[in-house]
Nanobody, 125 residues
Framework: QVQLEESGGGLVQAGDSLRLSCAAS????????MGWFRRAPGKEREFVSA????????YYADSVKGRFTISRDNAKNTVYLQMNNLKPADTAVYYC??????????????????WGQGTQVTVSS
């Protein structure tokens, strides 16, 4: 069994920064590909960012490229999402997800095996 717990969300103003954390427990963290998704009110869940097992490759949605940075610390079993220059359009519940097989496409939610409960990010204008 794998547990993922997000933290770091909150209410900020446009232009501010937040750093989300996702702490993992269970199976060997370094073997998972990790992703961040978000769901805004009334919208479908969408891909935000992902990072490979070896930290060598990162991926970003076009909407966050240049503003968000994903990283991971395998020694701490934690993945991070640094979010800079936040915009009201970034308001959503943010979820981290873990993919053990590494087979599916990183933007597809069905690729991921485990999900956290989510953390709310609200950006006011």
């Amino acid at each position: 069994q794998v547990q993922l717990e997000e933290s770091g969300g909150g209410l900020v103003q446009a232009g501010d920064s937040l750093r989300l954390s996702c702490a993992a427990s269970g199976r060997t963290f370094s073997r998972w590909r990790m992703g961040w998704f978000r769901r805004a009110p009334g919208k479908e869940r969408e891909f935000v960012s992902a990072i490979s097992r070896t930290v060598s490759t990162t991926y970003y949605a076009d909407s966050v490229k240049g503003r968000f940075t994903i990283s991971r610390d395998n020694a701490k079993n934690t993945v991070y999402l640094q979010m800079n220059n936040l915009k009201p359009a970034d308001t959503a519940v943010y979820y981290c997800a873990a993919d053990y097989s590494g087979v599916g496409h990183y933007t597809t939610p069905e690729t991921y095996d485990y999900w956290g409960q989510g953390t709310q990010v609200t950006v006011s204008s």
